[in-house]
């Protein structure tokens, strides 16, 4: 029998492989798995955010408290949109800043304590420093509104195919550095983290305590899987969680489309999985 490592409410759900079910089928699939938190993934089909505002936000929030799930993230969708932190033209990056501030609002409307974000990415025919400052300029705007709002931004690596600025841990440590914000804290996406290269055990090693929310997923090393589908070392960084007293949450950042027409079950397996570990 494995160690109680982590609580109950650490595993957090999380509904990008929801993508063709509805808010309220997500937010009460998973709770049948067990969550008792989640991770708000701002896209479609359950959260319409653009540049604008979020369409029917009373609606949406009513339908999150209602669900007795805690959200404990929210995660703008930031990969695919027009929208992103190291954006270029003053229309585009003014539209950004509008974009990320209405996430910004809806955490704090939600009772929500962080955000998560990553650093953007540049033109691959452009120096990649003049990316590297425009999203520094960015994040420095950004963690000053987070502030105002009491919000703590919690910031990922990428993996190099979907950004040339921080991609590895090295790249965070230096941009974290240079940002010099006190909001703004590290997060390990276990993906990112092993397409790397990289350990858990180097990520606290570097970090420590300051290490703030994960996305702790199976891969092989590539793809967000569900727990029991990858090769990932799950008893190795269940003992670096313990080792460093991690308490953040771990969220279930399921991605693939072999999941799209049963969610609802990757989300058991997972679940069913970190139950094993957790201090019932």
């Avoid at 509904?15 to 896209?43: D, N, V």
């Avoid at 105002?148 to 550095?177: D, F, H, I």
Wanted: glycine share 8%.
């Amino acid at each position: 029998m494995p160690e109680a490592v982590i609580s109950p409410a650490q595993p957090a759900a999380m509904g990008i492989h929801y993508h063709y079910y509805s808010l309220r089928y997500m937010l009460a699939a998973q709770r049948r798995a067990g969550y008792q938190s989640i991770e708000l993934f701002c896209g479609a089909p359950h959260v319409q955010l653009t540049a604008e505002g979020v369409a029917d936000r009373g609606e949406l929030i009513r339908t999150i408290r209602e669900s007795g799930l805690q959200v404990v993230c929210v995660t703008p969708d930031n990969c695919m949109g027009p929208w992103q932190y190291a954006a270029a033209g003053a229309e585009t990056i003014a539209q950004s800043r509008r974009y990320f501030l209405h996430t910004l609002r809806l955490a704090a409307d939600l009772g929500c304590t962080q955000v998560a974000c990553h650093s953007g990415w540049g033109l691959l025919d452009e120096p990649r420093e003049e990316a590297w400052k425009r999203s520094l300029d960015f994040m420095d705007w950004y963690c000053g509104e987070a502030k105002k709002l009491g919000l703590t931004l919690v910031m990922e690596s990428l993996r190099a195919a979907e950004s040339n600025l921080v991609n590895c841990l090295p790249a965070l440590q230096q941009y974290l550095g240079e940002l010099d914000r006190d909001n703004i804290k590290p997060m390990i996406d276990t993906c990112a983290m092993a397409v790397a290269g990289e350990t858990m055990e180097e990520w606290f090693q570097t970090f420590g305590n300051e290490i703030a929310h994960m996305h702790f997923v199976d891969g092989i090393p590539h793809f967000h899987l569900a727990w029991g589908d990858g090769d990932r070392p799950l008893e190795r960084y269940m003992e670096t969680i313990r080792a460093n007293r991690y308490r953040g949450a771990l969220t279930q950042e399921i991605t693939d489309g072999r999941y799209y027409t049963d969610p609802a079950k990757a989300d058991e397996q997972s679940y069913r999985i970190l139950r094993e570990y957790m201090e019932i």
